[in-house]
C-alpha cells in the first residue's frame, strides 16, 4: 500500500472503532508473522474468487 500506514494498521484503527468487526487479511508476502486476531482471517495469494467468498462466509456468517 502506499504511504507510511500498512493494510495491518488499517485494519487495526478501524478496530478501534469497532472491536467486533471482521478483517480478511490478503498478503503474498510478509516478512512477520500474522499476529492472531480474533473473528479474523488471512488469505495467501494467490487465491481464487471461492477462496475470497468462504473466507466472507466464515468472518460473517449472518451476512453472507
Known sequence: MPGSVDGWQIAERCREHDPELPVIYATGFSP?????????????????????????????PDQA
Not at 34 to 45: D, E, N, T, Y
Open 32 to 60: 512477520v508473522a500474522p499476529r492472531p486476531v480474533a473473528g479474523s482471517l488471512m488469505l495467501q495469494k494467490p487465491y481464487r474468487p471461492e477462496d475470497i467468498v468462504r473466507a466472507v462466509r466464515r468472518v460473517a
